[in-house]
C-alpha cells in the first residue's frame, strides 16, 4: 500500500464509492419498497428498519474502532489475540442484548407477530457480527475488500429482500434482507479474524482496551447525539407538525458530506494509528477534502429547483424544505466537520478534549433547541443546530491548532470548488441542465479530491521497509551560495552526503545548485546569506505552516541572548512535535531550556561540550565539522592569484567581521612586521558585514590603522563581503586569525577547516575553542596576538618553500585525519539511527504497555 496522505485518500475513494453504490439502491429499495408493501406493512418496516438503524450505530461506535486501532499497529500475536478475544465477546454480549431489546419492540411494532420479533432479533445481532468483522478488515487495511462487502451486503439485501416480499413473507422477509445482508459481510470477513480468536478471560484485565473502548465510545456516541439531537428535540416539543416533517427532510438532504466524512474518517483513522502518516500531515489535506466536496454538495442542496425536488418529495414538502435548506446545508456541512474532525482526536488518543468540544456544543443546542423552538418554531431550532455545530468545529478546529499547529488548516486549492458551483445559481430555473452540470461537477470534484494527487507534499509519511527517514535540516540561513555561515555549511555537506537520509531545508529563490532527488529545497527569497529580521520572520512563518511529515527535526544555530526567541522557537509544531537534535557550532550563548528539551545536543569542540556537561545536559556528543576533501584541495597559488586579480606575490589572508577583537588588528601588525623583511607581502580581507553602526566604525578604525602602520592601498586587498573564499584560500600562503575571542562565529571557524583542506597553514590565537585546532604540526601555530612566534612561524612560510611544502602537507594531513565531510556525516547517519531507534523503542514500549494495561 502507498503510505501517507495519498494512500488514506484513495482508501476513502472506495469507501465513498462503496457508500454511494449502497445509498442509491438502498434509495430505491425504499422506493420500491411502498409499491410492494401495504401501507400498514410498511409502517411496520420503517419502525423495525429505524430500530435496526440505532443498532448499527451503536454497534459501530464500540467493538469495530477498537479492534481496527489495535490491528492497525501491528501489535505482537499476544496483544492481537487479546484485542480479537475482547471484540469478540464484546460483540457478542452486545449483540444478544441488542436482540433481546429489538425482538420485544419488533412485536409490539408489528402487533404481536412473533416471526417479525425473531427476525428482526436475528437481523440486530448479525448487524454487530457484522460491523466487528468490518472493522477488522478495517484494521488489516483491507480497504478495497471492506468496500466490495459493504456494497454487496446492500446488494444481497435488496435482492433477498425482494424475493421474499415477492414469495408473500412481507415486512419479516424484508427484515430478513437485512439479517442475510449482515450474515454475508460475516462470513466473508470473520474467518481470518476467528482464527485468533483465544479461550480464556485474559483480555478482560488489559485496562488499555477498556480505556479505548471507553475514549472511543464516548466520541462517536458524542457525535451521533450532536447530529441527531435537533431531531429528537423537534420530535418532542415541535408544535408545528408539517414544518418539523419538512425540516426533517431538509436535514436528510442536507446530509450526504456527513457520509462523506464518515468514509474518511474510516481510512484516516486506520492510517493515523497505523502510522502511515500524522496527523500533522493529513489533516489539513483531508480537511481540505471534505471542504470541497462539501461545497459542491451543499450549493446543490441549496439551489435544489423546485421542479427536481417534486420529483421524490411530496407536493407538499417543497416549499417548506426550500426555506429552510440555507440553514440546514451549512449545518450538515459542519456537522461533516465535527464527524472527520473528531478522528484524529480518536487516532491520537485525545479522547478528552474531544468529548469537551461535543459537550459543549450538545449542551448548546439543547438549550438554544428549547429556546428556538419556543420562540420561532421550526426555524428558532434550525437557527439553534446551525449554532451548536459551528460551536463545536471552531472548538475542534482550535483545539488542533493547538496541538498540532497551523499546518492542520486546510490549503486555499479547496475555494475553487466555490467558483465551479456558482453556475448552479444561475441554472436554478433550467432544472435539467442544472442536474446535469450538478452531477457531472459532484463526480469531477469527487474524482480529483479523492483520487488525483494534487499536492507532491501531501505523500509524505513514515518511511516503511527501505524507505529513508525523512529529516528537517533547520538552520539560520538558507542552504545556498555564498555558503555564508557556519549553519548552511554544515547543512551543505550534510545535504551532498550520500547518508540514505531525505534532508528538507530552506534554500535561496532561484538557486539552481545540482540537488539530489530524494532532497526537497524550500526556496524563500533572502537579500544576503544573513537574513534580515524581516527574512527571519518569513522563515518562522514558513516553518510554522509546514505540514511535512518527518522522523526528526535537526537545528542547527548560533543562538542569541534572547528568551523570546527560545520560546518562540520551541512553541512552533515542527520543532514540538517531532524528536529534535540540535548542534551548536558556537558555545558563546547557550539556551539550556531548548537544549534540554532536544534528544541530542551536538558540539563541534570539546570546549562547549565541556561547557554543556557542565550546565546539567546528559546527551551531549562532539562532532568534528568537516569540508568536503575532493573540492578542497591543494591548489597552486598562481592561478588563483590571476583570477582574483591580483599580482603574482605572496599573500596572507584574513577572513572574518570588523568586529571589536575580531582579530584584524591583529592581521594588519603582524603584516606590517613582516613587510620590513618582505616588501612585496601582501593582506587580503575577506570581512563578511553587519548591520548596524559599530560594523562602520569598526571598518573606519581598522583603516586607519592600516595608514598608521604604513600598509598603502597595494598592500591590503579588501575582496568584499562576497568574497570568493576558496579562491583567496588558494593564493595565499597562510590564513591569520587572531581574536581576542571568537564571538559567534563557529568555535572552529570554517574558513580555517577550509585553509587545512587546501593545505595551507593557520596562525591562531589561544582563546575559545581556537587551540583544539592543534596537533603538534607546522600546520597550526597558536599564539598571542603580537607573539614573536607568530612573526617567526609566518616569516618561515613566506622565505623558504621547503617550510611552505612541509606545513602544506602537514595541513592536508590534518584536514583528512579530522575534518572530513564524509565523517561528519556518517557521525550525523549514526546519531539519527539512534535517535530514530530509541524514539522506536519507546513507543514500542507505550504500546506494550498500554497492550498489558
Same mark, same amino acid.
Given at each position: 500500500?502507498?503510505?501517507?496522505?495519498?494512500?488514506?485518500?484513495?482508501?476513502?475513494?472506495?469507501?465513498?464509492?462503496?457508500?454511494?453504490?449502497?445509498?442509491?439502491?438502498?434509495?430505491?429499495?425504499?422506493? #420500491?419498497?411502498?409499491?410492494?408493501?401495504?401501507?400498514?406493512?410498511?409502517?411496520?418496516?420503517?419502525?423495525?428498519?429505524?430500530?435496526?438503524?440505532?443498532? #448499527?450505530?451503536?454497534?459501530?461506535?464500540?467493538?469495530?474502532?477498537?479492534?481496527?486501532?489495535?490491528?492497525?499497529?501491528?501489535?505482537?500475536?499476544?496483544?492481537?489475540?487479546?484485542?480479537?478475544?475482547?471484540?469478540?465477546?464484546?460483540?457478542?454480549?452486545?449483540?444478544?442484548?441488542?436482540?433481546?431489546?429489538? #425482538?420485544?419492540?419488533?412485536?409490539?411494532?408489528?402487533?404481536?407477530?412473533?416471526?417479525?420479533?425473531?427476525?428482526?432479533?436475528?437481523?440486530?445481532?448479525?448487524?454487530?457480527?457484522?460491523?466487528?468483522?468490518?472493522?477488522?478488515?478495517?484494521?488489516?487495511?483491507?480497504?478495497?475488500?471492506?468496500?466490495?462487502?459493504?456494497?454487496?451486503?446492500?446488494?444481497?439485501?435488496?435482492?433477498?429482500?425482494?424475493?421474499?416480499?415477492?414469495?408473500?413473507?412481507?415486512?419479516?422477509?424484508?427484515?430478513?434482507?437485512?439479517?442475510?445482508?449482515?450474515?454475508?459481510?460475516?462470513?466473508?470477513?470473520?474467518?481470518?479474524?476467528?482464527?485468533?480468536?483465544?479461550?480464556?478471560?485474559?483480555?478482560?484485565?488489559?485496562?488499555?482496551?477498556?480505556?479505548?473502548?471507553?475514549?472511543?465510545?464516548?466520541?462517536?456516541?458524542?457525535?451521533?447525539?450532536?447530529?441527531?439531537?435537533?431531531?429528537?428535540?423537534?420530535?418532542?416539543?415541535?408544535?408545528?407538525?408539517?414544518?418539523?416533517?419538512?425540516?426533517?427532510?431538509?436535514?436528510?438532504?442536507?446530509?450526504?458530506?456527513?457520509?462523506?466524512?464518515?468514509?474518511?474518517?474510516?481510512?484516516?483513522?486506520?492510517?493515523?494509528?497505523?502510522?502511515?502518516?500524522?496527523?500533522?500531515?493529513?489533516?489539513?489535506?483531508?480537511?481540505?477534502?471534505?471542504?470541497?466536496?462539501?461545497?459542491?454538495?451543499?450549493?446543490?442542496?441549496?439551489?435544489?429547483?423546485?421542479?427536481?425536488?417534486?420529483?421524490?418529495?411530496?407536493?407538499?414538502?417543497?416549499?417548506?424544505?426550500?426555506?429552510?435548506?440555507?440553514?440546514?446545508?451549512?449545518?450538515?456541512?459542519?456537522?461533516?466537520?465535527?464527524?472527520?474532525?473528531?478522528?484524529?482526536?480518536?487516532?491520537?488518543?485525545?479522547?478528552?478534549?474531544?468529548?469537551?468540544?461535543?459537550?459543549?456544543?450538545?449542551?448548546?443546542?439543547?438549550?438554544?433547541?428549547?429556546?428556538?423552538?419556543?420562540?420561532?418554531?421550526?426555524?428558532?431550532?434550525?437557527?439553534?443546530?446551525?449554532?451548536?455545530?459551528?460551536?463545536?468545529?471552531?472548538?475542534?478546529?482550535?483545539?488542533?491548532?493547538?496541538?498540532?499547529?497551523?499546518?492542520?488548516?486546510?490549503?486555499?486549492?479547496?475555494?475553487?470548488?466555490?467558483?465551479?458551483?456558482?453556475?448552479?445559481?444561475?441554472?436554478?430555473?433550467?432544472?435539467?441542465?442544472?442536474?446535469?452540470?450538478?452531477?457531472?461537477?459532484?463526480?469531477?470534484?469527487?474524482?480529483?479530491?479523492?483520487?488525483?494527487?494534487?499536492?507532491? #507534499?501531501?505523500?509524505?509519511?513514515?518511511?516503511?521497509?527501505?524507505?529513508?527517514?525523512?529529516?528537517?535540516?533547520?538552520?539560520?540561513?538558507?542552504?545556498?551560495?555564498?555558503?555564508?555561515?557556519?549553519?548552511?555549511?554544515?547543512?551543505?555537506?550534510?545535504?551532498?552526503?550520500?547518508?540514505?537520509?531525505?534532508?528538507?531545508?530552506?534554500?535561496?529563490?532561484?538557486?539552481?545548485?545540482?540537488?539530489?532527488?530524494?532532497?526537497?529545497?524550500?526556496?524563500?527569497?533572502?537579500?544576503?546569506?544573513?537574513?534580515?529580521?524581516?527574512?527571519?520572520?518569513?522563515?518562522?512563518?514558513?516553518?510554522?505552516?509546514?505540514?511535512?511529515?518527518?522522523?526528526?527535526?535537526?537545528?542547527?544555530?548560533?543562538?542569541?541572548?534572547?528568551?523570546?526567541?527560545?520560546?518562540?522557537?520551541?512553541?512552533?509544531?515542527?520543532?514540538?512535535?517531532?524528536?529534535?537534535?540540535?548542534?551548536?557550532?558556537?558555545?558563546?550563548?547557550?539556551?539550556?531550556?531548548?537544549?534540554?528539551?532536544?534528544?541530542?545536543?551536538?558540539?563541534?569542540?570539546?570546549?562547549?561540550?565541556?561547557?554543556?556537561?557542565?550546565?546539567?545536559?546528559?546527551?551531549?556528543?562532539?562532532?568534528?565539522?568537516?569540508?568536503?576533501?575532493?573540492?578542497?584541495?591543494?591548489?597552486?597559488?598562481?592561478?588563483?592569484?590571476?583570477?582574483?586579480?591580483?599580482?603574482?606575490?605572496?599573500?596572507?589572508?584574513?577572513?572574518?567581521?570588523?568586529?571589536?577583537?575580531?582579530?584584524?588588528?591583529?592581521?594588519?601588525?603582524?603584516?606590517?612586521?613582516?613587510?620590513?623583511?618582505?616588501?612585496?607581502?601582501?593582506?587580503?580581507?575577506?570581512?563578511?558585514?553587519?548591520?548596524?553602526?559599530?560594523?562602520?566604525?569598526?571598518?573606519?578604525?581598522?583603516?586607519?590603522?592600516?595608514?598608521?602602520?604604513?600598509?598603502?592601498?597595494?598592500?591590503?586587498?579588501?575582496?568584499?563581503?562576497?568574497?570568493?573564499?576558496?579562491?583567496?584560500?588558494?593564493?595565499?600562503?597562510?590564513?591569520?586569525?587572531?581574536?581576542?575571542?571568537?564571538?559567534?562565529?563557529?568555535?572552529?571557524?570554517?574558513?580555517?577547516?577550509?585553509?587545512?583542506?587546501?593545505?595551507?597553514?593557520?596562525?591562531?590565537?589561544?582563546?575559545?575553542?581556537?587551540?583544539?585546532?592543534?596537533?603538534?604540526?607546522?600546520?597550526?601555530?597558536?599564539?598571542?596576538?603580537?607573539?614573536?612566534?607568530?612573526?617567526?612561524?609566518?616569516?618561515?612560510?613566506?622565505?623558504?618553500?621547503?617550510?611552505?611544502?612541509?606545513?602544506?602537507?602537514?595541513?592536508?594531513?590534518?584536514?583528512?585525519?579530522?575534518?572530513?565531510?564524509?565523517?561528519?556525516?556518517?557521525?550525523?547517519?549514526?546519531?539519527?539511527?539512534?535517535?530514530?531507534?530509541?524514539?522506536?523503542?519507546?513507543?514500542?514500549?507505550?504500546?506494550?504497555?498500554?497492550?498489558?494495561?
Amino acid at each position: 500500500m502507498v503510505p501517507g496522505v495519498v494512500a488514506i485518500r484513495r482508501n476513502a475513494g472506495w469507501l465513498t464509492i462503496s457508500a454511494l453504490i449502497g445509498g442509491g439502491l438502498n434509495f430505491l429499495y425504499a422506493l #420500491g419498497l411502498t409499491w410492494l408493501l401495504p401501507v400498514r406493512d410498511y409502517a411496520a418496516f420503517a419502525g423495525t428498519q429505524a430500530l435496526l438503524v440505532v443498532c #448499527g450505530t451503536a454497534a459501530a461506535a464500540s467493538a469495530p474502532w477498537m479492534l481496527s486501532q489495535r490491528l492497525a499497529r501491528n501489535p505482537p500475536p499476544a496483544a492481537r489475540r487479546d484485542a480479537i478475544s475482547f471484540a469478540v465477546f464484546l460483540t457478542l454480549a452486545q449483540g444478544l442484548l441488542a436482540a433481546l431489546l429489538v #425482538g420485544a419492540l419488533a412485536a409490539a411494532i408489528g402487533h404481536g407477530s412473533l416471526l417479525l420479533a425473531a427476525v428482526a432479533a436475528s437481523a440486530a445481532f448479525s448487524i454487530f457480527a457484522a460491523t466487528t468483522s468490518a472493522g477488522y478488515l478495517q484494521g488489516r487495511q483491507r480497504f478495497a475488500r471492506l468496500a466490495v462487502l459493504l456494497a454487496g451486503e446492500v446488494g444481497v439485501k435488496v435482492v433477498s429482500g425482494v424475493l421474499l416480499v415477492l414469495a408473500g413473507a412481507g415486512v419479516a422477509g424484508v427484515v430478513a434482507g437485512i439479517a442475510l445482508g449482515a450474515v454475508a459481510v460475516t462470513l466473508a470477513a470473520a474467518p481470518p479474524m476467528l482464527r485468533d480468536l483465544e479461550a480464556g478471560v485474559r483480555w478482560l484485565r488489559d485496562r488499555g482496551l477498556w480505556r479505548l473502548l471507553l475514549g472511543l465510545s464516548g466520541v462517536q456516541v458524542g457525535v451521533v447525539v450532536l447530529c441527531n439531537l435537533d431531531l429528537v428535540l423537534g420530535s418532542l416539543l415541535a408544535r408545528d407538525s408539517a414544518g418539523f416533517a419538512g425540516y426533517q427532510v431538509a436535514v436528510v438532504l442536507s446530509r450526504v458530506p456527513f457520509y462523506l466524512a464518515s468514509s474518511l474518517s474510516v481510512a484516516v483513522f486506520t492510517g493515523l494509528v497505523s502510522r502511515k502518516s500524522r496527523t500533522s500531515a493529513a489533516m489539513g489535506p483531508m480537511v481540505g477534502i471534505l471542504i470541497a466536496s462539501t461545497i459542491v454538495v451543499g450549493v446543490s442542496v441549496a439551489t435544489l429547483p423546485l421542479p427536481v425536488a417534486r420529483v421524490f418529495l411530496p407536493h407538499s414538502y417543497p416549499s417548506t424544505v426550500e426555506s429552510l435548506v440555507p440553514y440546514t446545508a451549512p449545518a450538515g456541512a459542519l456537522a461533516a466537520l465535527t464527524n472527520l474532525g473528531t478522528t484524529f482526536f480518536q487516532a491520537e488518543g485525545r479522547f478528552s478534549a474531544a468529548c469537551m468540544a461535543l459537550a459543549v456544543g450538545i449542551l448548546a443546542l439543547s438549550v438554544g433547541g428549547v429556546a428556538g423552538l419556543s420562540l420561532l418554531g421550526v426555524r428558532g431550532l434550525a437557527y439553534a443546530a446551525l449554532g451548536a455545530q459551528l460551536l463545536t468545529a471552531i472548538l475542534l478546529l482550535g483545539l488542533a491548532v493547538r496541538y498540532w499547529g497551523l499546518a492542520v488548516l486546510p490549503r486555499p486549492w479547496p475555494l475553487a470548488a466555490s467558483v465551479a458551483a456558482l453556475p448552479l445559481f444561475v441554472l436554478r430555473p433550467l432544472p435539467a441542465v442544472w442536474a446535469a452540470y450538478s452531477c457531472v461537477l459532484c463526480l469531477a470534484v469527487g474524482w480529483q479530491t479523492l483520487f488525483r494527487r494534487h499536492d507532491a #507534499g501531501d505523500d509524505q509519511a513514515l518511511p516503511q521497509g527501505g524507505r529513508s527517514p525523512r529529516v528537517y535540516l533547520l538552520t539560520v540561513g538558507p542552504i545556498s551560495p555564498p555558503w555564508n555561515g557556519a549553519d548552511t555549511n554544515l547543512g551543505r555537506a550534510l545535504v551532498n552526503a550520500e547518508i540514505g537520509v531525505s534532508f528538507t531545508f530552506l534554500g535561496q529563490l532561484g538557486d539552481t545548485t545540482r540537488l539530489a532527488p530524494e532532497h526537497r529545497r524550500i526556496e524563500l527569497s533572502f537579500a544576503t546569506g544573513i537574513p534580515t529580521p524581516r527574512e527571519q520572520l518569513r522563515i518562522l512563518g514558513r516553518i510554522a505552516v509546514e505540514h511535512g511529515d518527518y522522523e526528526l527535526v535537526h537545528m542547527i544555530a548560533t543562538f542569541g541572548r534572547s528568551r523570546l526567541r527560545e520560546e518562540l522557537l520551541w512553541a512552533l509544531p515542527l520543532i514540538r512535535n517531532h524528536p529534535l537534535v540540535v548542534t551548536c557550532p558556537n558555545g558563546d550563548y547557550l539556551p539550556q531550556g531548548l537544549l534540554g528539551r532536544a534528544r541530542e545536543v551536538v558540539t563541534v569542540s570539546a570546549h562547549t561540550e565541556q561547557r554543556l556537561r557542565g550546565l546539567g545536559l546528559e546527551r551531549v556528543r562532539r562532532i568534528a565539522p568537516g569540508v568536503d576533501l575532493k573540492t578542497f584541495r591543494p591548489q597552486p597559488a598562481a592561478e588563483a592569484q590571476r583570477r582574483l586579480g591580483l599580482e603574482p606575490r605572496p599573500y596572507l589572508l584574513f577572513a572574518g567581521h570588523h568586529d571589536p577583537g575580531g582579530g584584524l588588528d591583529a592581521a594588519l601588525r603582524l603584516t606590517g612586521e613582516l613587510r620590513a623583511d618582505f616588501p612585496g607581502l601582501g593582506l587580503l580581507t575577506a570581512m563578511r558585514s553587519r548591520p548596524g553602526r559599530e560594523h562602520a566604525r569598526e571598518r573606519e578604525r581598522a583603516r586607519a590603522l592600516a595608514a598608521d602602520l604604513g600598509l598603502e592601498a597595494g598592500s591590503v586587498f579588501d575582496l568584499g563581503p562576497f568574497a570568493d573564499i576558496p579562491r583567496a584560500l588558494q593564493a595565499c600562503r597562510a590564513v591569520l586569525f587572531q581574536p581576542l575571542r571568537v564571538g559567534r562565529k563557529m568555535d572552529l571557524p570554517m574558513v580555517l577547516l577550509e585553509a587545512l583542506a587546501f593545505g595551507r597553514p593557520i596562525i591562531v590565537s589561544p582563546v575559545d575553542a581556537l587551540p583544539e585546532l592543534a596537533d603538534g604540526s607546522p600546520a597550526v601555530t597558536v599564539c598571542e596576538p603580537g607573539d614573536r612566534a607568530a612573526l617567526e612561524a609566518a616569516g618561515r612560510l613566506l622565505d623558504s618553500e621547503a617550510a611552505f611544502d612541509q606545513g602544506s602537507a602537514a595541513a592536508r594531513r590534518l584536514a583528512e585525519c579530522r575534518y572530513s565531510a564524509t565523517a561528519m556525516a556518517d557521525a550525523y547517519s549514526q546519531l539519527y539511527a539512534q535517535v530514530l531507534g530509541r524514539e522506536a523503542a519507546a513507543s514500542a514500549a507505550r504500546e506494550l504497555a498500554e497492550a498489558v494495561g
